[in-house]
């Protein structure tokens, strides 16, 4: 989602602003005043409309009047309108004594439902509430004004951050929480850099979800050693306890998946607060048979995307589609490949039920993502080489630093091992190999600095090389 407020900046545009618009990305765009446009501003509406179907602009209520005008602004592709009205609730409960706190400010209820009812129905139509000191009526009027249709509203107070603004805010969102509307998302400015402070102190969990995780598939083939569901000791060991089978249960739970349209449904219906969808879990997101078409819905809504994978599955183009879909800030897509070795000798000892040539093919797959990105000029996918570390490979990290620099990955991350149960105990680095592997983490961060190599989670690295070989390695 980008924001661009132009109201009192003489609606002055930099078309780079835009350069990267998604397909889907909201981009809130707040005007002055239509009547005001310059060409300039109206090729800089076009333009965005042609890069994501989702382009709002935010005028005065009374301009949506201009029919010919805001015709115009429809012709360049916009999806819509937020009208900024003006609360004003002391007008309406004074207004001849007709006034009633708990049916919200009828006036601009009525006029909210009256031009919903004219204005052409593929087209979005919403309210920016500009909110004064008085927020009397403004939860029943948001209310009403989602009843007349409006998905989602936007609440732009009129003075800076304050606890009593906080707490007048606080009662609005209680009074909606208890209303219960459907799919109703509450934002407070887009544009303003308190926004996630408003949205904290207020709690306005009507939009302040940020980072969604979503698990696609059970499914995998690998037999990592340190995974509790498919390492084949975990495996071995649930055999045991069930007289040499796999419960139908547990079957049953290793092919589970999300049916396509669910997840398709679920991405489209999230808040535009959202800045990150991440896909992982039990099993490999990529296995799925809808995983690059369910990902691309995602960044075709400008979310950025975070995927946990060991990257075996992807064909030639399923990499060329989601390559086109990152960007020249790589953080907005991004690959964990779940590696655990840097060479196939090692790649195969910590899968065991793996061959050399599955390591080949997932070399291939990350140089491929490297090479078109190197092509592109720097803009693609991010890649992050993840290591789990454990007795098998822990003292192989200097190879997975080189595999990273091979493949073009800004980042390396060397994830201590978890125990899902005693079968993975031997797997642990036992004190013996504490030493040395406190070398071979100092080795391979050395490496990482001189190649340009992020590490992630420096601190938890550096603490292992402290506490396993004191002042004999320098940190």
Known sequence: MKSLDLAGQGDFVDHRAIDLLKPDELLYLRLSSLRLMSDDLLSFVARAASLSSRVVLSIPLEEIDDVLLVQKILNVGVYGFALRMTHRPERWLLNQGLGDIYSGDRELIDRYSYLRSTFPLDRFLTVEFQVGEDTRVLGPSIMGVHQAGASWIVLNPLSEPSNERFRQFREVIEYLKIRGPNRLNVYFPFWRKDTAEWDLKTQNTFSCLEIVHIDISNRCSHSCVFCGLYGAEAIDDVKKRHGGTLPEGLKNLMKMEMNPEKCLGIIQSLPWSVRM??????????????????IAAA???????????????????????????????????????????????????????????????????????????????????????????????????????????????????????????????????????????????????????????KVVQRDVCDEIIRKYSGDSVNV
């Open 277 to 294: 969808i991440q896909f992982g879990g039990m099993g490999d997101p990529l296995m799925h048979e809808s995983a690059v078409e369910i």
């Open 299 to 453: 960044r075709r809504r400008g979310f950025a995307v975070e995927v946990l994978s060991n990257m075996e599955y992807l064909s030639d183009d399923d990499i060329g589609l989601l390559h086109r879909l990152g960007s020249i800030n790589s953080y907005e897509f991004h690959f964990i490949a779940n590696v655990s070795a840097g060479t196939p000798e090692l790649y195969v000892k910590t899968r065991p039920r793996q061959n050399e040539k599955t390591f080949e093919k997932v070399v291939r797959n990350l140089s491929l993502f490297r090479d078109l990105r190197e092509q592109a000029g720097g803009i693609g996918v991010l890649i992050t080489i993840m290591c789990v570390v454990n007795r098998l490979n822990c003292l192989g990290l200097l190879d997975i630093v080189k595999l990273a620099k091979e493949i073009g990955a800004l980042q390396v991350w060397f994830k201590p091992m978890e125990i899902h149960g005693d079968m993975h105990r031997p797997y642990v680095p036992g004190d013996e190999l504490m030493s040395a592997m406190a070398r071979a983490y100092a080795e391979a961060i050395a490496y990482a600095d001189e190649c340009g190599v």
